[in-house]
């Protein structure tokens, strides 16, 4: 243990997803030999997303306005909705280029274990954004994955009654994986090749 | 196939350990408690990505060392290859295959094959159903490594589900319409995976069934016939090996306990649930088979997963840790007879005399860390 202030930024840092102690340790230490200056514009940077960044109303994305970049393109197609689990996962779908329809960021996906439950997904929202009937195809993009497959067949069983075309990003995504880290050209073709859900 | 060379770090009682190996019989013998085991262990683990006696990967790793290492280099239809497997309590393991990173241990799976006869296997008899499920399993993963895949998913969605189930039971109030429709999701995932298990239980059930008659009739001749009956905790509907099928049985199944589950908030129903009993002649063999009839009940066990892996194409190395001590001297040179074709044979004992005649190869002596051959 260290004394004090140090030992509470040690603590900080190590809450971070990706960041455990020792690497928080080395952290802290190398903050605490920075130059002032560079230590100054972390911290600017900091408080400006705390207080600049806010989530789109719309779909959830990170956004600097009440709304964000992609919800106030009037060029992006207003019929398809891409839904994704985090707001990275839609800079990821960005750089394909592949995709011209709009997002919805559901903010995770359902695992009980980590006590993440439907309710706790931003889905009220999404069948909001369905009711009144422009949107007519629903692409589910969230993580090949357990939780993401389990979190896809709960969306589509629950929009079946409305008689969209729900699409599931065709596999060749690495099993287990996260969207986030599929490579560019792995995610584009799986933009092409979207299967129908049928649950 | 067959192992060239094993080189251990910190691995159990070794700091290093270099062996070079051959193809035939070899023995390892010394006294007690010396590292016999421990080597054939380390073959073992680069085998299945797991120990025969110890549950987690903590005690194989060195008292005191942060991490193991065990390479094993590997001859396979002439071919060689490298693998190299690090050790890492509580954090990922890595693996490399001729040097090179692999992104996942588990893609290595398979390299090399082997089936390890052990005193341990007495609880594939005596012991809970786990034990004999995995048996069954580990075989699957040996046969088609991909089952590693299809067992870590189902795992995975087992535990998801249980955690449903049990905040469901906490709640006490009937659970909401949300936590219902979840909780189909996670039906139908258990339903598709679990069916895939199963099929694949079954058909390996099936396979077996002839090899264990024979291999225990040629190990007890004097003894009843054993038989092995694969019983599903869905009950005696009888299955089919159909994928579909079995997937809308097993849906059937957690739809009819639904009930039961969310009062007790656990999986009550699917191939965690489910046994493999053995029998001798009209008898189970848990709970009233002899200690001796057991044992060789076991070793057949052990003997028919071999003959099924060596029907597949090439042989894998048998590793037989102890096992010729317990037996009696009929059973010990059917039981030598028997192994004694194979590509690779490894075998531990404390004393020369327990190694049977039948199987005469190099021998190397263990004892104080020291490995060296004769
Ligand atoms: N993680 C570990 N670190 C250090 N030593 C260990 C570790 N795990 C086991 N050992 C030691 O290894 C020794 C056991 O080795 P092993 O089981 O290979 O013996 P053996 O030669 O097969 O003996 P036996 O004839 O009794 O079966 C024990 O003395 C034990 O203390
Ligand atoms: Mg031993
Ligand atoms: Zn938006």
Redesign the interface.
């Known amino acids: 243990m260290y004394e004090g202030v140090v030992q509470n930024l040690i603590d900080e840092l190590g809450r971070l997803p990706g960041v455990g102690p020792k690497s928080a340790q080395r952290i802290a230490f190398h903050l605490l030999a920075a130059d002032p200056a560079d230590v100054e514009r972390l911290t600017k940077a900091l408080k400006e997303v705390k207080d600049k960044v806010r989530f789109c109303r719309t779909c959830g994305n990170v956004a600097e306005e009440e709304e964000c970049r992609i919800c106030r393109d009037a060029r992006r197609d207003p019929s398809v909705i891409c839904v994704v689990e985090e707001s990275k996962d839609v800079v990821a779908i960005e750089k394909t280029r592949e995709f011209r329809g709009r997002y919805h960021v559901l903010g995770g996906a359902i695992s009980p274990i980590e006590g993440v439950g439907p309710e706790d997904l931003r889905i009220r929202e999404l069948m909001q954004r369905l009711a009144d009937g422009t949107i007519t195809e629903l692409i589910l993009a969230t993580d090949p994955n357990l939780e993401g497959e389990a979190t896809a067949t709960y969306l589509a069983r629950l929009v079946k009654p409305m008689g969209l075309t729900v699409t599931r990003l065709a596999s060749g995504l690495p099993v287990g994986g996260d969207l986030e880290y599929a490579d560019e050209v792995t995610l584009g073709r799986a933009f092409e090749g979207r299967r129908l859900l049928d649950v | 196939m067959h192992v060239a060379h094993l080189s251990l770090q910190d691995f159990r009682s070794y700091a290093t350990a270099e062996v070079a190996l051959e193809p035939g019989v070899t023995a390892f013998v010394g006294p007690n408690g010396q590292g016999k085991t421990n080597l054939v262990e380390a073959v073992g683990y680069v085998a299945s990505h797991g120990s025969h006696r110890a549950a987690t990967d903590a005690p194989l790793v060195r008292q005191g060392a942060p991490r193991a290492i065990v390479r094993a280099g590997i001859v396979k239809d002439g071919r060689k290859a490298l693998i190299e497997l690090e050790i890492n309590p509580g954090r990922a393991n890595r693996a490399r295959l001729n040097r090179s990173p692999v992104p996942r241990p588990r893609e290595i799976l398979g390299m090399l094959r082997s089936v390890l006869f052990a005193p341990e296997d007495l609880t594939l008899v005596k012991g809970d159903p786990g034990e004999r499920r995995r048996f069954l399993d580990e075989l699957l993963t040996a046969r088609a490594p991909r089952f590693a ?1 299809v067992r870590s ?1 189902y795992e ?2 087992l ?3 249980n ?2 189930l049990k ?1 469901a039971a906490a709640h006490r109030r009937s659970p909401g319409p ?2 219902l ?2 909780l ?3 039906d ?2 258990l339903a598709r995976s679990g069916a895939e298990l199963l099929a694949a239980r079954l058909e390996l059930v099936a396979a077996l069934r002839p090899l264990v008659a024979q291999a225990y009739a040629a190990l007890a001749p004097a003894g009843g016939a054993a038989d092995l009956a694969y019983k599903s905790s869905l009950g005696d509907i009888g299955l089919s090996t159909d994928r579909g099928q079995l997937a809308d049985q097993l849906l059937k199944g957690v739809a009819d306990s639904r009930r039961q589950e969310l009062e007790r908030g656990v999986s009550l129903v699917g191939p965690h649930r489910d046994e493999l009993v053995l029998s001798l002649g009209e008898m189970p063999a848990r709970g009233y088979a002899s200690h001796g009839e057991s044992w060789s009940f076991a070793l057949a066990l052990r003997l028919a997963a071999f003959d099924l892996l060596r029907a597949d194409g090439d042989d894998p190395v048998l590793i037989l840790d102890d096992v010729f001590a317990e037996l009696d001297a009929g059973r010990r040179s059917r039981l030598a007879e028997r192994v004694a074709p194979a590509e690779q044979v490894l075998i531990t004992a404390a004393v020369p005399a327990d190694v049977p005649d039948e199987l005469t190869g190099c021998s190397f002596s263990v004892a104080d860390g020291q490995v060296v051959r004769d």
């Open positions: 895949g998913d995975r969605i535990k998801q589900r955690a449903l905040s949300e936590v429709a979840t189909d999701v996670w139908s995932h």
